[in-house]
């Protein structure tokens, strides 16, 4: 089996910011569960460097595009390793193998004619980088999205013929009722579809900063197509000359994308490939955004943007807390494919309530008492039956939620078994029992079901919480975290003492 996710590819034209670490860490939490589920995975992300916002900002601060995407590529990098995510590459749109890869597969498009000259006059946004329909326009020729004033473009340039695609698109959207999810963007995008399709730009004029069109040198391509090739160009060359990954990962399992750039990744992405000859995705999963309080007391969340200033920097989270807080947070709080709002004050109770009590403090009270219960050590030991039904079927249900991208169901479903086996300790006070010699055998019980109950639910937890389960599960004795690891058993136990996971702060 192989699994194949991405994330979108972040613009270079400012600094990483709490709304790109979520995609990132949302692709992870797949990546790392469906490897631990032994299949072969391939998890991408990195940078879109070429177009218009890049060339703008660089302009502003006075450098070339190609030193600002530099710099700023390598912010992108360095947040991967800081959030604990996985990506097995990591791509930049100025890669040369990519651009070439680009250029070839673009001429084969023309080739197969659905690409002819013309002329484009429209209302565009810098920012989207993007013309805007008659339906995408807000009051004044702005923006919707940026609230800033859409430019009256005219210009000469190529046409790809999105609209000879109307018809398969359409199919593809009947038979393949899970190729956009969840189901309120799956209607979203079907009703665009219905709408009808033009044409779009695939080029523009040299002026700017992109990939050069090879049959006229006069013009490069629109940073849209560029941009979405990169899924399918970085398997080409991911692991250098000797190694073609195409044929093993494509077509993608998951696009992970934000709500904005729906129509990007759902029409004209898999328009493109068919024009192209290649598969199309099998899935595109589109999240909400997370929202942040508003500028103006009184007004509407708004979106986190970096146009906005209203940002939550995440690296000082990480600094503050750890990459695991953050990645539980945003994965917990925010309904993963709706909007949320997300603050610090809710981060913080989080932590706290769910982080520090429900789960860390679950681990170390237990680990505690079978130190001093029993010196660290029990033989093996038949666990409470009515108590381990309730994790039996967890594995599937966690993984039929992931299996379908539902990443805060399945974390809830795991939480409810740490709620659950809180209760438990409350119900059973070990305590007592270890008062009363007579009731020993039910200590040594209950003691290795705590066990085998925190151990199981962190053999799920490894994808959401990647360095504080490494510990515990060290300390529990039992570090394996592979798929055949997420049952109860009643193996001897031999644990280790416990700093506390998520410290109180
Ligand atoms: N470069 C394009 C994507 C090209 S993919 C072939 C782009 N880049 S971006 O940097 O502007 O945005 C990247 C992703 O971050 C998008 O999926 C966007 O939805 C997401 N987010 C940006 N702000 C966000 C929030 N406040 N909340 C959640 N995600 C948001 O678009």
């Not at 690296?315 to 695991?324: A, H, L, M, P, R």
Request: glycine share 6%.
């Amino acid at each position: 089996m192989s699994f194949y996710v991405t994330t979108p590819i972040y613009y270079v034209n400012a600094a990483p910011h709490l709304g790109h670490a979520y995609t990132s860490i949302a692709a992870d939490v797949l990546a790392r569960h469906h490897r631990q589920r032994g299949e072969d995975v391939f998890f991408l992300t990195g940078t879109d460097e070429h177009g218009e916002p890049v060339a703008i900002a660089a302009e502003e601060q006075g450098v070339s595009p190609l030193e600002l995407a530099d710099r700023n590529s390598q912010r992108f990098r360095d947040l991967m390793p800081l959030l604990d995510v996985s990506n097995d590459f990591f791509i930049r749109t100025t890669d040369p193998e990519h651009v070439r890869r680009v250029q070839e597969i673009l001429v084969r498009v023309r080739e197969n004619g659905y690409v002819y000259e013309g002329t484009y006059e429209g209302w565009f946004c810098p920012r989207c980088a993007d013309f805007k329909t008659d339906a995408e326009i807000g009051p004044d020729h702005t923006c919707p999205i940026h609230k800033i004033p859409l430019i009256r473009e005219r210009e000469e340039n190529y046409f790809f013929q999105l609209s000879a695609f109307q018809g398969e698109l359409e199919k593809l959207f009947d038979e393949n009722p899970d190729f956009v999810k969840p189901r309120h963007r799956f209607n979203e995008a079907r009703s665009f579809l219905a709408g009808g399709l033009q044409d779009v730009s695939l080029t523009r004029p040299k002026l700017r900063w992109g990939v050069e069109v090879p049959w006229d040198r006069s013009q490069v391509f629109y940073v849209w197509f560029d941009a979405l090739l990169n899924y399918v160009t970085a398997l080409g060359f991911a692991r250098g000359k000797q190694q073609d990954l195409t044929q093993e990962f494509w077509p993608a399992t998951y696009h992970l994308i934000g709500k904005d750039i729906l129509k990007f990744h759902t029409i004209y992405w898999p328009a493109l490939l068919m024009a192209a000859g290649l598969e199309v995705p099998r899935h595109v999963f589109v999240h909400g955004f997370l929202l942040a309080p508003p500028t103006n007391p009184g007004d509407e969340l708004e979106k986190m943007s970096k146009s906005r200033g209203n940002v939550i920097d995440p690296f000082k989270v990480i600094e503050d807390f750890g990459s695991d807080a953050l990645r539980f947070y945003l994965l917990r709080e925010v309904n993963f494919g709706h909007d949320g709002p997300v603050s610090e004050g809710g981060f913080l109770t989080r932590y706290e309530t769910e982080l520090a009590n429900d789960y860390g403090n679950l681990a170390s009270r237990t680990i505690a008492m079978i130190v001093r219960y029993r010196d660290g050590e029990l033989g093996a030991t038949e666990l409470d039956a009515e108590l381990i039904a309730e994790f039996e079927e967890l594995p599937e249900i966690v993984a039929g939620h992931l299996d379908g991208a539902e990443l805060t169901p399945a974390l809830e479903e795991i939480w409810k078994r740490i709620r659950r086996l809180n209760r438990y300790v409350e119900e059973q006070a070990p305590w007592k029992l270890a008062k009363d010699p007579e009731r020993a055998a039910d200590l040594d019980r209950v003691l290795a079901t705590l066990h085998e109950g925190i151990r199981v639910i962190t053999v799920l937890l490894t994808p959401y919480l990647p360095a504080a389960t490494e510990k515990l599960l060290a300390a529990l004795g039992r570090p394996e975290t592979a798929w055949e690891d997420v049952r109860c058993t009643s193996a001897p136990i031999s644990v280790q003492p416990l700093e506390p996971l998520f410290p109180k702060r």
